[in-house]
């Protein structure tokens, strides 16, 4: 099993900055992908972005590619979700995801989310 926690949420005004981090731990070396998704009232969760384990690679969603950054610092076994020019429609519950398969889409681990709100 791997255990997920996130911190760093809170309420931001309209092109401020966040940083969200996710330590894991547990059995950290099974982790193929970390991921990060968002689910806003009344909508359905979405994928934000991904990191490969073991080469650092990412990806994102086009609507934060370019604002949002994803990257890892393993000796503390922790990905962080860095997050510009934040705009009112970021406003969402920002989650952390595990997956023991590199490339394969499904995530088996997740934390229980943290609050972002863009707002002026």
């Known amino acids: 099993q791997v255990q997920l926690v996130e911190s760093g949420g809170g309420s931001v005004q309209p092109g401020g900055s966040l940083r969200l981090s996710c330590a894991a731990s547990?059995?950290?070396?099974?982790?193929?992908?970390l991921g990060w998704f968002r689910q806003a009232p009344g909508k359905e969760r979405e994928f934000v972005g991904r990191?490969?384990?073991?080469?650092?690679?990412?990806n994102y969603a086009d609507s934060v590619k370019g604002r949002f950054t994803i990257s890892t610092d393993n000796a503390k076994n922790t990905v962080y979700l860095q997050m510009n020019s934040l705009k009112p429609e970021d406003t969402a519950v920002y989650y952390c995801?595990?997956?023991?398969?590199?490339?394969?889409?499904?995530?088996?681990?997740w934390g229980q989310g943290t609050q972002v709100t863009v707002s002026s």
């Open positions: 547990g059995r950290t070396f099974s982790i193929g992908k």
């Open positions: 995801a595990a997956g023991v398969s590199r490339y394969a889409r499904d995530f088996q681990y």
């Open positions: 990191i490969i384990s073991n080469d650092g690679s990412t």
